[in-house]
């Protein structure tokens, strides 16, 4: 099964790429990455994005374009990962926290923590299967973790070293710059080195209560994603009210075909064609109250040729007319959705 991972990995590589000369679009359509990267929930293929950073940093002829990403973005792109970590009581709870639950974020990346003594190292690892070019996505993924550690431990914080397996750089600049520590090439590992006591420090404004919720919401979605038809209704929901729902559309954010997709669901006993109709279901339901948003707005949300066509699916799915439904507060509050 394709990984996948979260659009914000990439919320910075238009600047990034711009900075070096070169073109994002460009970039983008030659690895065959959808064109709505720019939403951070959407999900790509993890493969398409190590192509793209790879391709990135051979067309601008530099080695740390990972890094440079990696530079311009923060502890934020990891969304819900991001909540549930804010709200640990220290340093290592919410270290362990992001490497329990990375998975929500890029399936195919892990990150593992290793004490010895008074040293602690964090070694972010790539589970590909079999090895591809992935240079630029495992510094983006070092360098995500040292951008993560240093919101928690703040500005003044330095790690003892940083480790990468992969030859050193022509040019060193980036790495002294971003790390601001010793960075070995040619390690046994990738990762950061830094003093155990660290991991003791209190997490700022940590709310327990929160963190709870977080995490009955992280693992909902972790087991709403675990499969592939769970991933089709995951990307549905997404693009669906941009108006970007399409088979061909969720093929590509699958990094496949649509046949491949058809064939995948038929063999779980599904369809493309009644997932979509669920989630329109509970999208269409959200979207007509919002009395502003024009009925021919919607019907173009949720992939309708006309508002017509929406009237005619919403009185044969609902068993009355969206008139009818918006007029009576006990459809809504009981929240009946089918006849």
């Known amino acids: 099964m394709v990984d996948l991972i979260r659009a914000a990995c990439l919320t910075h590589y238009a600047e990034t790429a711009r900075s070096v000369g070169l073109d994002p679009a460009r970039m983008l359509k030659s690895v065959g990455l959808p064109p709505c990267v720019t939403d951070p929930d959407v999900r790509i293929p993890g493969g398409g994005v190590r192509r793209l950073l790879e391709a990135s940093a051979a067309a601008a002829g530099i080695d740390d374009f990972g890094l440079r990403l990696a530079e311009r973005g923060g502890f934020s792109n990891l969304g819900p990962v991001a909540v549930i970590a804010r709200d640990q009581p220290t340093v290592g709870a919410a270290m362990e ?3 329990r639950y990375m998975h929500i974020h890029n399936e195919s990346l892990r990150q593992r923590i290793e004490r010895n003594g008074e040293i602690v190292v964090i070694i972010p690892e790539l589970l590909l299967g079999r090895p591809v070019p992935a240079r ?6 070092v360098g995500v973790s040292y951008r993560i550690l240093s919101a928690f431990l703040g500005p003044g914080w330095r790690p003892l070293d940083v480790h990468f397996t ?8 980036t790495y002294r710059r971003f790390f601001k520590c010793n960075v070995a090439f040619g390690a046994e590992f990738d990762g950061i080195i830094y003093h155990s006591r660290d991991m003791d420090r209190p997490m700022a404004a940590a709310d327990p209560s929160i963190a709870r919720y977080a995490q009955r919401y992280i693992e909902t979605v972790a087991a709403r994603s675990s499969t592939f038809d769970g991933k089709v209704r995951e990307l549905i929901a997404t693009l669906l009210p941009k108006g970007h729902c399409s088979v061909e ?3 590509q954010h699958l990094g496949c075909d649509g046949r491949t997709v058809q064939r995948r669901l038929a063999e779980s006993g599904k369809s493309f064609s009644e997932i979509v109709d669920k989630e329109r279901a ?28 929406l009237a005619r699916w919403f009185r044969e799915r ?3 007319s969206i008139t009818e439904w918006r ?6 509050l009981t929240g009946q959705k089918t006849r």
């Open 136 to 141: 630029q996505a495992v510094e983006l993924a």
């Open 166 to 173: 992969y030859p050193a750089p022509r040019n060193r600049q």
């Open 327 to 332: 007029s009576d507060p006990r459809r809504r």
């Open 97 to 99: 926290a992001i490497g």
């Open 249 to 251: 559309r969720v093929a």
């Open 318 to 320: 609902f068993g009355c």
């Open 282 to 309: 509970e999208a269409v339901v959200r979207l007509i109250e919002e009395k502003d948003r024009s009925l021919s707005a919607v019907a173009a949300l949720l992939g309708f040729s006309a508002q017509s066509a």
